[in-house]
């Protein structure tokens, strides 16, 4: 009796584990699964006309993860809610909504949907494109977004034809056509109407189809699209990611170092031009009386703080107020005005620290120094300058003086530029006397001098990168082309910059041995870094241009026949 039980287990127990095996799952074993999922049927088939149904059909190479699918199909124009009826890799999509006569349609498959056995994902977006006349439309925008992760990102294009552009608002209008990027970026929507188009690209964290400000990046074009007769395609449409900040800065806390100096804290980085113009005031909470401001210095490594110096010392344990007006944030946000006070208590402590300096970049015997650096030097606190102007030199090995100049970036940054470049694998010493480096309230060091000796670049172990920069736009005010180059693969990295007037001969030289990355921007707003623009208000970003492959740099060699192209393919 007992064996029989037993035997009518074993059969028991592999039945039960085929049930259980029943739903999706790949048949297991054999190799790494490295292929990605394709589409390789579909009804009704891709450019058809004429036609009339519910319902579409999709055929997969393999597996898919359902839900992955479920949330990366999106049809334009928009058919209503739709219902997936799933039988092994086929999948059946019905909508709520009838066909409109004359339409074509776009169904877009994104990049999101993935595999059941190892989770790769498809390669690119997939498109199917019918309609319900007698013809197709045959509209194209091709592009390309460039970011650390360029996969997966939302291309939203928006027609503009029936509405006014000014009041398109992508965080409350959902898009006409939607694409996602594939593993480079790339991007394509098809089979589009002929129009004036609108693209933002998004990263859509919340896969809700529409711009979340503060939480999705965005990336907008420098123009419009238009697609029409002559030009019905548009390719080279390229993107850049950002985060639209619209918080107003504000103050956090003012700490009293000493009598006479204050650490100023802001909620975010400041520029620092509208700081240095900025007015700052400081009163007595009790008499109201004001207190004299000597001067303010923006930290240059934080620009989130600041020191502001009295003219008077502040009495301890008295309450004041500081007030900042007309500063902005890096992105032109003005300060918030109800949170631009803050109230402390003063402090006893004297002044008696001697400032701190730190040379940046540079240690005693450091070698392979840029024949044209130009030396920060950077204080604790503010100083006399003064007592600077003479203090501080270089000279070669011969100890022989190299004319230099001093400006002042801040109370307590100067940088130091040679008059002439440096002669190159040679010895220079920089020598700052200590007892000239001074602040407000007289405190300084003994009779020292701090010498760093460092050798500069062999330019034999050198090359050089030179080519062209073209531009087919011809239009006014396009802005200087500030060109970067950028060793790859280093830490920190090390970029160097040209900034010409207009498009034409370029330059790099005494490059060290390695690959770089070249990349430009057309500088339209004069600022000095890129522009990203602004999904709304509108705001079109700056144009660029990448060299897509990276350039090898020998030693005494120049690399020749380097073309920057500014594309011009987005035309009003």
């Known amino acids: 009796m007992t064996k029989k039980i037993l035997l009518s287990l074993s059969f028991v127990f592999p039945a039960l584990l085929l049930l259980s095996c029943a739903g999706q799952v790949p048949p297991g074993g054999g190799p790494p699964d490295t292929i990605p999922p394709t589409v390789i049927f579909t009804r009704p088939d891709t450019n058809a006309v004429s036609v009339q149904t519910d319902r579409i059909i999709l055929e997969f190479s393999e597996y898919v993860d359902r839900r992955s699918v479920e949330e990366s199909i999106f049809i334009s124009p928009y058919l209503g809610q739709l219902e997936f009826d799933w039988s092994g890799r086929e999948v059946e999509i019905s909508f709520s909504e009838q066909l409109k006569r004359n339409t074509t349609y776009v169904v877009n498959l994104g990049t999101d949907v993935v595999d ?108 419009d699209v238009t697609l029409n007769d002559n030009n019905p395609q548009a390719s080279d449409l390229w993107f850049r990611l950002s985060a639209e900040d619209t918080a107003k800065p504000f103050l956090t806390r003012v700490v009293p170092l000493t009598q006479t100096l204050l650490h100023v804290r802001f909620s975010e980085p400041l520029d620092t031009a509208s700081f240095t113009k900025s007015t700052i005031t400081l009163e007595d909470t009790v008499t109201l009386q004001p207190v004299g401001i000597l001067l303010r210095s923006l930290d240059r490594s934080d620009s989130t703080a600041a020191l502001v110096m009295t003219s008077t010392p502040l009495d301890s344990g008295r309450a004041y107020r500081l007030s900042v007006r007309d500063v902005r944030d890096k992105v032109g946000n003005q300060i918030d005005t109800l949170n631009a006070s803050f109230v402390f208590v003063g402090v006893s402590t004297p002044d008696t620290l001697a400032p701190q300096l730190q040379v940046i970049g540079l240690r005693d015997s ?104 073209v531009d087919s736009d011809t239009g006014k005010n396009l802005g200087d082309v500030v060109l970067s180059t950028s060793r790859v693969a280093i830490t920190p990295p090390v970029t160097r910059t040209l900034r010409l007037p207009e498009p034409g001969k370029f330059k790099f030289e005494h490059l060290p041995e390695g690959l770089y990355a070249i990349q430009a921007f057309r500088d339209r707003d004069s600022s000095g870094s890129y522009s990203h623009g602004r999904p709304f208000p509108f705001q079109p970003a700056e144009r660029f241009a990448v060299y897509q492959d990276t350039v090898k740099v020998r030693a005494r060699w120049s690399v020749e026949g380097v073309y920057i192209n500014f594309k011009h393919n987005a035309k009003p």
């Open 366 to 469: 450091i070698r392979d120094v840029a024949l044209e650096h130009p030396f920060e030097f950077r204080f604790s606190f503010p100083v006399r300058r003064e007592p600077l102007t003479s203090a501080i030199s270089l000279a070669d090995s011969t100890a022989t003086g190299v004319a230099r100049s001093l400006q002042w970036v801040t109370e307590s940054s100067v940088l130091l530029s040679p008059d002439r470049s440096l002669r190159s694998y040679s010895w220079y010493t920089i020598r700052v006397v200590m007892d000239s480096v001074m602040d407000y309230a007289g405190n300084s060091y003994e009779d020292s001098v701090l010498v760093i000796r460092f050798q500069t670049l062999n330019l034999a172990t050198t090359g050089a990168i030179e080519g062209y920069v």
């Open 116 to 223: 059941i056995r190892a989770r790769n994902r498809m390669a690119s977006g997939f498109t199917l494109a019918f309609s319900t006349g007698e013809m197709i439309d045959q509209g194209v925008m091709q592009g390309r977004v460039f970011d650390d992760k360029p996969e997966g990102i939302m291309m939203f294009a928006y027609a503009l034809g029936d509405i006014d552009p000014d009041t398109l608002d992508p965080s409350t209008t959902k898009p006409d056509y939607i694409m996602q990027t594939g593993k480079n970026g790339n991007f394509t929507f098809s089979n589009l109407r002929l129009d004036t188009y609108r693209i933002i690209a998004v990263r859509d964290e919340y896969r809700n189809l529409i711009y979340d400000k503060q939480i999705d990046q965005f990336g907008v074009t420098s123009r």
